[in-house]
T-cell receptor, first 113, second 111 residues
């Protein structure tokens, strides 16, 4: 199993550009989520999904869109990048249910100039 | 949103020393989780706690779910260099769908 994979590993954007961060898992997990990690702030939940076709907002959803057309994939879209979106982004997945272990991807380091 | 207050923010200890860190919240939670993050990697789950008062060990790590359900503690005994990293507490909303993470404790172990 590859686990949770994320691409790209690094990305530099100019303000106003759009891009999609890719996330895939091969563990047949129902639950998938996106976090951003900023210095001194821990991880903050952006969006999550409890299954294909179902998504919901987390703590900091503004400026980001998601979709979940398959169980395996959960892409995160930035429609118009802003410098405030410079961060490290982590995707995670788990079986549905309270407290099930989340498996995290290796992260995408995004810089918006 | 929810806020998990984690302390201390950073620790510098000698190899072999014991470490203690904690996490508090103004809200009641039903689950407490402790993660470790190595540089350049995603967090990895260390211990999960599901019941108030629960004390759980994983090797040299011991964590407790506070009786008030508003706090949790993580202890590391006899630290070694590979314990270096950032430790996060996390918890779930009662629906079990939204995770909240603490701000992290950065641990440095001096050989």
């Amino acid at each position: 199993n590859a686990g949770v994979t994320q691409t790209p590993k690094f990305q530099v954007l100019k303000t106003g550009q759009s891009m999609t961060l890719q996330c895939a898992q091969d563990m047949n997990h129902e639950y998938m989520s996106w976090y951003r990690q900023d210095p001194g702030m821990g991880l903050r939940l952006i969006h999550y999904s409890v299954g294909a076709g179902i998504t919901d907002q987390g703590e900091v959803p503004n400026g980001y869109n998601v979709s979940r057309s398959t169980t395996e994939d959960f892409p995160l879209r930035l429609l118009s990048a802003a410098p405030s979106q410079t961060s490290v982004y982590f995707c995670a997945s788990s079986y549905a249910g309270t407290g099930n272990e989340q498996f995290f991807g290796p992260g995408t380091r995004l810089t918006v100039l | 949103g929810q806020q998990l207050n984690q302390s201390p923010q950073s620790m510098f200890i000698q190899e072999g020393e014991d470490v203690s860190m904690n996490c508090t919240s103004s809200s009641i939670f039903n689950t407490w989780l402790w993660y470790k993050q190595d540089p350049g990697e995603g967090p990895v789950l260390l211990i999960a706690l599901y019941k108030a008062g629960e004390l759980t060990s994983n090797g040299r790590l011991t964590a407790q779910f506070g009786i008030t359900r508003k706090d949790s503690f993580l202890n590391i005994s006899a630290s070694i260099p590979s314990d270096v990293g950032i430790y996060f507490c996390a918890s779930l909303t009662n629906t079990g769908n939204q995770f909240y993470f603490g701000t992290g404790t950065s641990l440095t172990v001096i050989p």
